[in-house]
């Protein structure tokens, strides 16, 4: 193998195919105790065992001639470097063609591993196994058209992107270029070519720019294609389909013409759909100057058939484009005409009527409906304070569309419930522009049904800046019919799609359309990550925000306004500088760039004025980072290690507001304040301070009055927006608390609500000193929510002791620990090998020692874990001394497919004809182990560990594979102290009549007490 390896070298120049092939070559092969420990030994020994048995079987008058082999002709060039390799082995066994070519499969293989296998990356990246007989089918049949018809290496190296993502055009493309038509045997060697092409792709180049652009998705044949998400560059799509039917239509002509005429960037490009004959005789660039000459600057303009627009088959519809299109006539009068046309939904909806009618029972707010009505919101005549506000809230919403008549009989007219909404109509403002931000739950249990609304408090906070009246309703779909009225007075509607509401908001828009709202419907949210899939499924959208959209969305409504007031020129000009977004007005559809995911300029926390609404604990929830460091495979929104922070001053200037507007104000200025609130208001009912405060943010007021009102200080005259009124009442609290006159209460907790808060370290550390120097740590924790073990390790991968150290000082906070795996090889194949589980050990016990309540999330397989690595995952997650999370009615068993994932990628090339839910295994004993045993995602977390251990101690495939597990912790295979000391412990606590099993049950007894002691005697 050393001669094989100098042979190679001195032949192939330094232009060696990888750095560490060679090095890899001339290195001894693992033993096969090494190959049976470790999976990356196990890959290397069989990559050289497989090279120097080909070695052995070679004639030796080829062996002669590979070892007296001249030095390679470096001016061939292939599409591969690996093809150099090849076409090299080939040419000098010319006389031993298949010798020639299975060393050349070998060596190759080999090539393409040793970005992994290497001493300096290992352990550094999954392995990626299991296809393995995938790859080496594609070497086998790519060589076999070397050296002969290098020109079908060069027609795929060409066609290679459009193979991947339209195989049959793909094909067209490369019979075109060789001549004569491809052989069955080709064909199938180019659907292997692309499969692995896809799997390549999928790896190393689906993220660009740091957020996923790239997924795989099934055609109309069930065949796994590449697909992209968004367009790129700029589109205006005119036709009379549905903006599902335009803006699907626009994805498909970008996909076909984009190629081709690279992405221009002055201005527009514009399809336009016929019905029929031809349209005109303008060349592309006699339309592109008319279009000019109307203000609007268009690149190119191209005209295909209508009946496209029908055409669901994204591919199908790619090829009628190809075939079809032509550059259009009229570009300017056609697309005047598209902006004017009413959308489908332009009609006059009926009026309805409202009632507020109290009696016995309540306050009821009816929607009528003839002589018959029904029941939109009721309350208590003396209601709690939540009830209370929330019930204002509806009743604000229907009286933009129309204010209720009020049936209260006098004894009822001094109630609470009755004061207050008489009070609202009377002193509510008008003629702000309204919106609605709606969340909508998923009709069906949901791990993500939960998610808090603060996506939406920022885009509300964003709004009020501007002057728009904002309300943030909650509006699960058993409500849609009757509270659809709270919606349908409102100038424009921003629902929120999430993974698991999809089918519930596309319902909710059908619905708004059909009852006649005419406003605008924008959609935003995680799941506009598929922009293509959402403007697909929902019907009825005015606008489409991918990505962060607090900056966005007021520059999407000025477009809106722009082209309903009929500037046409103007409000193009503004989309033109849009991305992330695709906006519909009348029978057009524009697409800015949507394939971009848009990034807010800087992260500015929303007033958290009245956070205490509607919570059942004194927890307030934000966010003060976004993004993630990580790459994970089990993760749909990954944003390519593109991280931030909110920066420090802004998120104490959050907390501190946070802490002001939680506490008291003194009982009898409470009292005093409320009164002269409600005098303003008149409202004559007992005082009511947070009532008042609601009321008197939708009435207005001025400066000057509200600190006569209020008796705090502000600066600024003049009358204050709905913003500047919380502002102001915020910042007068917070001086009254830093001159003492608040009264104190129990802590509150501040959690941050997404991941890897920890990660954004500076940041972190001077905002924990800036809440030390404040003073204002009683009366607040600061809970980072879920992070990861590497946010809480230095740079020698030790526990972070200095920051651990900041985050407790004065501060008990909890902390959910992202492990994602229960062994070394289960962490590294879910993309996380930055820590090791010796690193979650020393993270978790410096946590203990300061009294941190932490617990850690665990993925226990990933689809390429083997038999032993899922026998070690096993054996940690009940032998290790960490709080692994408690799932409750179920367990994080394996990666779960979610569309646009990694894992779902990989997961589609391996089993394309797989519909499950769970990722298909790659290892056909770990599936079957799972299956003797009924363990699966839906095992109830408190018995899990009781069913490992009866695993571990009755599968004799399982126990049987313990003893090597030990022997692996022991030969450090993963550079781990922390096992290795405990496969020496096991192995010495070993005893031969006593089952190893339970040994293990033994010693993770006394490490978990030794880790209780530990941490007692260190607190002490």
């Not at 209260?408 to 931000?437: K, N, Q």
């Amino acid at each position: 193998m050393s001669a094989y390896a100098g042979v190679l070298g001195r032949c192939l120049g330094r232009d060696t195919l990888g750095r560490h092939f060679l090095a890899l070559l001339r290195g001894a092969p693992p033993e096969e105790r090494d190959g049976m420990l470790d999976s990356q030994s196990r890959l290397l020994k069989a990559h050289l065992d497989q090279i120097a048995a080909v070695l052995s079987a070679l004639p030796e008058p080829a062996a002669r001639a590979l070892g007296g082999a001249v030095h390679a002709d470096h001016e061939a060039v292939h599409a591969e470097a690996t093809d150099r390799l090849a076409g090299w082995l080939i040419a000098t066994l010319r006389a031993w063609p298949e010798p020639a070519r299975e060393l050349a499969v070998t060596t190759a293989r080999l090539v393409e591993d040793s970005g992994v296998l290497h001493q300096a990356a290992r352990h550094q990246r999954p392995l990626g196994r299991g296809f393995e007989p995938l790859l080496d089918e594609r070497l086998r049949l790519r060589f076999a058209h070397l050296p002969d018809r290098a020109d079908h290496l060069a027609a795929l190296s060409k066609h290679l992107q459009v193979l991947m993502e339209e195989p049959d055009h793909g094909l067209a493309e490369i019979e075109k270029e060789l001549g004569p038509a491809l052989t069955a045997e080709e064909k199938a060697w180019l659907d292997v070519e692309r499969r692995c092409a896809m799997l390549r792709f999928v790896r190393h180049k689906k993220t660009e720019n740091g957020h996923i652009r790239w997924y795989l998705r099934k055609d109309e044949r069930q065949r796994v294609v590449l697909d992209r998400f968004g367009v790129r560059g700029h589109w205006i799509i005119c036709g009379g389909g549905t903006d599902s039917d335009l803006a699907r239509l626009g994805t498909a002509a970008e996909r076909v013409t984009g190629a081709e005429d690279g992405v221009l960037t002055t201005g527009w490009r514009l399809v336009t759909t016929e019905t029929g004959t031809e349209t005109g005789t303008e060349t592309g660039s006699a339309a592109r100057g008319a279009a000019a000459s109307a203000g609007v600057p268009v690149d190119m303009s191209y005209a295909v058939p209508g009946a496209l627009l029908a055409e669901a088959d994204p591919l199908r519809q790619r090829g009628g484009i190809r075939r079809h299109a032509r550059a259009a006539a009229g570009a300017a009068g056609v697309l005047s005409a598209a902006l004017a046309a009413l959308p489908a939904w332009a009609g006059q909806p009926a009026a309805p009527e409202f009632e507020l009618l109290a009696s016995e029972d309540g306050l009821t707010l009816r929607e009528l409906d003839g002589d018959r009505g029904h029941e939109l919101a009721r309350v208590g005549l003396e209601p709690k304070t939540d009830e209370l506000l929330g019930f204002l809230d509806a009743l604000d919403c229907v009286a933009d569309l129309s204010p209720p008549r009020a049936s209260i009989p006098p004894r009822f007219e001094r109630s609470p419930a009755v004061e207050w909404s008489l009070g609202l109509l009377r002193r509510r403002t008008v003629g702000a522009r309204t919106v609605r931000l709606v969340y909508v739950p998923s009709a069906i249990p949901h791990q993500l049904g939960g998610v808090p609304l603060i996506g939406l408090d920022f885009l509300r906070d964003q709004l009020e800046r501007l002057g728009t009246r904002v309300h943030v309703v909650l509006m699960p779909p058993a409500d849609f019919e009757r509270r659809l009225a709270e919606l349908l007075g409102a100038d424009v509607i921003g629902i929120g799609v999430y993974i698991h509401n999809g089918r519930e908001v596309a319902e909710l828009v059908t619905l708004l359309r059909s009852r006649g709202y005419r406003g605008k419907i924008v959609l935003g949210g995680p799941q506009l990550r598929d922009i293509d899939g959402v403007q697909s499924s929902v019907c009825g959208w005015d606008a489409l925000i991918r990505g962060e959209a607090e900056d966005a969305l007021p520059a999407v409504l000025t477009v809106l306004a722009e082209l309903d007031a009929g500037r046409y020129a103007e409000g193009l000009r503004l989309a033109r500088v849009l991305s992330g977004v695709a906006i519909r007005h009348g029978r057009a559809v524009l697409l800015c760039d949507t394939a971009e995911r848009l990034r807010a300029e800087t992260i500015s926390c929303p007033l958290p004025f009245d956070w205490m609404r509607g919570k059942t604990e004194r927890k307030l929830q934000m966010n003060f980072t976004r993004g993630c460091p990580y790459k994970c495979v089990f993760c749909p929104n990954h944003q390519g290690q593109l991280y931030r922070s909110g920066q420090a001053d802004e998120l104490w200037r959050f907390t501190a507001l946070a802490i002001a507007d939680d506490l008291d104000l003194p009982a009898e200025v409470e009292l005093a304040t409320a009164r002269r609130l409600q005098d303003y208001l008149g409202v004559t009912c007992a005082p009511h301070l947070r009532a008042a405060l609601y009321l008197l943010v939708r009435a207005g007021c001025e400066a000057g009055r509200l600190a006569s009102l209020t008796g705090m200080e502000f600066s600024g005259s003049g009358p204050l927006s709905a913003w500047e009124l919380k502002h102001a009442w915020l910042t007068g609290k917070l001086a009254l608390l830093a001159s003492g006159k608040l009264v104190p209460k129990q802590p509150f907790v501040l959690i941050t609500s997404e991941d890897n808060t920890l990660v954004n370290g500076t940041v972190i550390r001077e905002y924990l000193r800036k809440r030390l120097e404040s003073g204002l740590d009683e009366h607040m924790v600061f809970d980072p929510g879920q992070n990861t073990v590497w946010d809480l390790t230095d740079a020698r991968g030790d526990a972070d002791e200095d920051y651990i150290g900041r985050l407790v000082r004065r501060n008990p906070f909890a902390v959910a620990l992202g492990v994602d795996g229960t062994s070394n090889p289960v962490i590294r194949q879910n993309n996380k090998p930055r820590y090791t589980i010796g690193n979650a050990l020393a993270v978790n016990r410096a946590l203990a020692r300061h009294g941190v309540v932490a617990t850690n999330n665990y993925i226990l397989l990933t689809p390429e874990t083997d038999l032993l690595e899922a026998v070690e995952a096993f054996a940690l997650f009940l032998l290790l001394p960490l709080p692994w999370r408690d799932y409750g009615h179920s367990v994080n068993l394996r990666v779960i497919k979610e569309e646009g994932t990694l894992a779902h990628d990989e997961g589609l090339i391996f089993a394309p004809d797989d519909t499950g839910w769970d990722e298909p295994l790659r290892f056909r004993e770990v599936a079957d182990l799972l299956d003797r045993w009924s363990l699966t995602s839906r095992v109830h977390g408190g018995e899990l560990r009781r069913l490992l251990r009866k695993i571990l101690a009755e599968d004799s495939a399982a126990a049987s594979l313990l003893p090597l597990v030990v022997e692996r912790w022991q030969r450090d295979y993963d550079a781990d102290s922390e096992l290795r000391a405990i496969g020496e412990r096991i192995a010495a606590a070993a005893r031969p009549q006593v089952p190893l099993a339970q040994t293990l049950r033994a010693v993770s007894e006394d490490l978990a007490a030794e880790l209780a002691d530990s941490v007692a005697q260190q607190q002490a």
